[in-house]
């Protein structure tokens, strides 16, 4: 025999709701943490089909049931369901087997990159070598091209190895104290002359507060969402680099005019998953990598026109002037 009286049994202190259901499957109680997780009042659901109502339960997939009978059958009630929101414990999971993945994906890659760049490396100083040979024999116009295109190619593929390791190798974040607009001053000077070249503007405001982090980390992570930004625009396009703060922390916004991003399903921040034709996939993975490491979040919104990649830094400001 249950002890206990039904309306009383679960609440939002133990996060369990407890429905009473009589012979006919039919619910006769409902408490208070019932209606919260479902969204449903209790007046809507007394004497409806439990597996009606729950079918109709706001977020049904996130909540865990379990069915002990009612031995004393008092008010009509055959059996009490318990439910469990487990929705943090499968977000939990989740990320610890996302975790798991790259780890993985890291062990393998690392010693396979580490043998290819050496290579690359040797491979590269031949072509160098070459060229000075034809540049003193006077080659022609195609075959210099021909040793141009190699090259790109060789740089490319280093690149792409560089990138792979620099996701799969993480390093400890070492915070220093800085400020917001030194931290974008020294991005504006190293992002300036590829948003010159492309015609695109890239505009900035910043607030002046000065906080702790790791800053290559962070730089790094803004300058990935910088040039993904540059990628997506075209010419006569406008970028915004933008740096608040508020009770959250610190947040940075990179907002760009480009096509947007049209698929709602597609992992954006896993590695190799680009929505580039010549993306190597891994710019927005290095990019959330440096800011989980600093101990933040990286999120987006994205609508035709307008793209905004969002990072909230959890620290508190030293200062703040603006």
């Known amino acids: 025999m249950l002890a206990v009286e039904p309306k009383k049994v679960g609440n939002d202190a133990t996060g369990v709701a407890v429905v009473g259901i009589d012979h006919a499957g039919r619910i006769r109680s409902f408490d208070d943490t019932a209606e919260r997780m479902s969204?449903?009042?209790?007046?809507?659901?007394?004497?409806?089909?439990?597996?009606?109502?729950?079918?109709?339960?706001?977020?049904?997939?996130?909540?865990?049931?379990?069915?002990?009978?009612?031995?004393?059958?008092?008010?009509?009630?055959?059996?009490?369901?318990?439910?469990?929101?487990v929705s943090a414990r499968r977000e939990e999971a989740r990320k610890t087997r996302e975790?798991?993945?790259?780890?993985?994906?890291?062990?393998?890659?690392?010693?396979?990159?580490?043998?290819?760049r050496n290579p690359l490396n040797g491979a590269l100083l031949h072509v160098n070598v070459l060229e000075r040979l034809l540049e003193r024999q006077g080659a022609d116009d195609e075959c210099v091209e021909a040793l141009e295109v190699v090259e790109q190619e060789i740089r490319r593929l280093s690149r792409l190895v560089s990138?792979?390791?620099?996701?799969?190798?993480?390093?400890?974040?070492?915070?220093?104290?800085?400020?917001?607009?030194?931290?974008?001053?020294?991005?504006?000077?190293?992002?300036?002359?590829?948003?010159?070249?492309?015609?695109?503007?890239l505009q900035t405001h910043v607030a002046d507060v000065a906080f702790e982090t790791d800053v290559p980390k962070l730089k790094?992570?803004?300058?990935?969402?910088?040039?993904?930004?540059?990628?997506?625009?075209?010419?006569?396009?406008?970028?915004?680099?933008?740096?608040?703060?508020?009770?959250?922390?610190?947040?940075?916004?990179?907002?760009?005019q480009g096509a947007g991003i049209t698929d709602p399903e597609l992992a954006l921040?896993?590695?190799?998953?680009?929505?580039?034709?010549?993306?190597?996939?891994?710019?927005?993975?290095?990019?959330?990598?440096?800011?989980?490491?600093l101990g933040g979040t990286l999120d987006f919104t994205s609508q035709p026109g307008r793209t905004v990649f969002s990072i909230t830094l959890p620290t508190s400001p030293l200062s703040r002037n603006a």
């Open 99 to 116: 975790a798991e993945r790259i780890a993985t994906v890291a062990a393998l890659g690392t010693s396979l990159a580490h043998e290819i």
């Open 220 to 256: 790094r992570a803004i300058e990935q969402l910088l040039v993904n930004a540059l990628e997506a625009s075209s010419m006569g396009d406008r970028v915004k680099l933008g740096v608040t703060c508020s009770s959250e922390g610190v947040r940075v916004e990179v907002e760009d």
């Open 269 to 293: 921040f896993e590695p190799f998953v680009s929505t580039k034709a010549k993306g190597t996939g891994l710019g927005l993975a290095i990019a959330r990598r440096m800011v989980t490491d």
């Open 39 to 85: 969204g449903m009042r209790r007046e809507a659901v007394l004497g409806q089909p439990f597996a009606d109502a729950m079918f109709r339960m706001r977020a049904a997939e996130d909540v865990a049931w379990t069915f002990v009978p009612h031995e004393s059958g008092a008010g009509g009630i055959a059996v009490f369901a318990f439910g469990e929101d």
């Open 163 to 201: 990138e792979f390791l620099e996701f799969a190798q993480p390093s400890p974040p070492v915070a220093h104290a800085t400020s917001a607009a030194d931290v974008v001053a020294r991005l504006r000077s190293l992002v300036t002359p590829r948003f010159d070249k492309a015609g695109v503007v």
